[in-house]
Structures are given as structure tokens and as C-alpha cells.
């Protein structure tokens, strides 16, 4: 096997990324990056400031959505995209607000649980080289994915109107087209999308985030909140039934 998956185990996108990967049924292997020292890596391979990177081979690809597009076209196994023109227009768009809603996602996690002793582990504990630096490192490292993801009270509740708006945007859809899937009567990229990036707003178990479910009041009461609604509950159908998470988030 000569391909890499080149991730932080926490983020959404590398989620996403993931599920891609395994949706195509390629085996892959995932080597973490440490935060700010992924860019030694990313921007000399990928020209990309970003993770997920994905090595396949003798190509480098520095976006989820470019990997996307990438997977489709070297691997036509099932396909990510639907061959009709409308849907496929539609999943692309789809994909897009995707990736848009899940800055505001992140930065509202953040805000809500960068200062829990939970996400500090989940940021230290799958570098071992960098493990027992983690109480004197921990500040810094808050501190930089504050400033990075402008993770503040203001920004933060700004980020949760606008996903919460974007959610329901995504409802409407899904139930529009029969409550299965967003797309189309298949599995595709638009669902993978939007999935992955909501993903660490719900309790999902062999997820990343599965330990973050009761770290603070605000999100076990959205967790509650979305879980009561159509979009929740296709979310957690989705991880269950199609998934079919490899359990390799961490690392090999």
C-alpha cells in the first residue's frame, strides 16, 4: 500500500476525508500531524496550509474537496457523484455549504470546549513524542486555535446561528427528497459532506468526539436538540448503518 492520509485526528475534515477513502474501499494508512508543524509537510507537498493531505501514490492532494473530485476520477467504483447532471450540480452545491457550515461547527465547538481537560487529551495523547510536554504545551496550543479559528464568546454564537440556519437548509433538502439522503436513493458525496462536518456536534461512538458529549451544558443540550430532529436522527442512521468506520481515526 503506497498511499497516506495525513490528518489531525480531531478535525471534521479529516473525517470526511476518511469516509471517502473508505466509501471507495481504499486501503490507506493515516500518519497524525501536530498543529502548526503540519505545514513543514502540507505546504511542500500539497501547497496547502491544511489537513487532511492525502499522498496517493505519486500525487498529493491538499483538500478534502479537490480529494474528492480526485477519488472519483482515478477510482470509478462507486462513484461519489451521481451521473445525472442536475443532481450531480446539486451534490456539488451541497458539498460546498458543507464545507462552509463546518467552520462555523468548529469554531463554535471550540468555544464551547477548548478549555475541557477532554480536548486537550484528544489533542495530545496521539502524539507520544509530544505527550509529556502536554501540561506546559496545552496554553499555547489554546491559544493558537483560538487565534487561528477566531474562537471567542462573540464569533462563537455568530458561528452557531449560521450553522444552525445552514442545518435547516440541509433538512429542508433531506426531507425533501425522502429523508434518506440528500441526493439522489444512494449514498454520495453531498451526504458524506454534510455528515462528517456535523458530526462532532452529536454523540457518535468510535468517533473522535465520541468523548465530548458531556463536557459542557450547552452542548448536551444541542446534542439533545438535534438529535429530536430529522436532520439529527439521519445523521446518527448514517453512522450506524453506512459508516463503516475502519477505526483508524487515531493513526497506525
Known amino acids: 500500500m503506497n498511499r ?6 480531531l478535525s471534521h475534515y479529516c473525517e470526511k476525508a476518511r469516509w471517502l477513502l473508505d466509501f471507495k474501499d481504499l486501503d ?3 500518519t497524525n500531524l501536530f ?3 503540519h505545514r513543514v509537510l502540507t505546504v511542500w507537498k500539497a501547497n496547502s496550509t491544511t489537513v487532511p493531505t492525502l499522498n496517493d501514490g505519486q500525487e498529493w492532494i491538499g483538500d478534502s474537496t479537490e480529494m474528492a473530485f480526485y477519488l472519483d476520477a482515478k477510482y470509478v467504483l462507486r462513484p461519489l457523484l451521481p451521473s445525472d447532471p442536475e443532481q450531480r450540480r446539486q451534490a456539488i452545491i451541497l458539498e460546498e455549504k458543507a464545507d462552509k457550515a463546518g467552520i462555523h461547527v468548529r469554531r463554535w465547538a471550540y468555544s464551547q470546549l477548548l478549555a ?3 480536548v486537550t487529551d484528544l489533542l495530545f495523547d496521539d502524539y507520544p513524542l509530544i505527550k509529556p510536554f502536554k501540561k506546559p504545551l496545552a496554553p499555547f496550543i489554546r491559544r ?3 487565534q487561528m479559528y477566531q474562537v471567542n464568546p462573540e464569533k462563537g454564537a455568530q458561528s452557531f446561528a449560521k450553522m444552525m440556519m445552514m442545518a435547516e437548509e440541509f433538512e429542508t433538502v433531506l426531507l425533501k427528497n425522502g429523508g434518506r439522503y440528500l441526493v439522489g436513493h444512494h449514498l454520495g458525496l453531498a451526504d458524506i459532506a454534510v455528515a462528517s462536518l456535523y458530526a462532532p456536534l452529536m454523540t457518535i461512538p468510535e468517533t473522535p468526539w465520541a468523548s465530548l458529549h458531556a463536557s459542557t451544558e ?16 439521519w445523521l446518527l442512521r448514517l453512522y ?13
Do not use: C, D, M
Request: zero cysteines.
Open 144 to 146: 493558537g486555535i483560538a
Open 28 to 30: 490507506y494508512k493515516v
Open 116 to 118: 475541557t481537560p477532554q
Open 218 to 233: 450547552a452542548v448536551q443540550q444541542l446534542q439533545h436538540e438535534l438529535s429530536a430532529r430529522p436532520l439529527g436522527q
Open 4 to 9: 497516506t492520509l495525513y490528518q489531525f485526528p
Open 35 to 37: 498543529p502548526g508543524a
Open 240 to 252: 450506524r448503518e453506512e459508516r463503516h468506520a475502519r477505526g483508524n481515526w487515531r493513526g497506525q
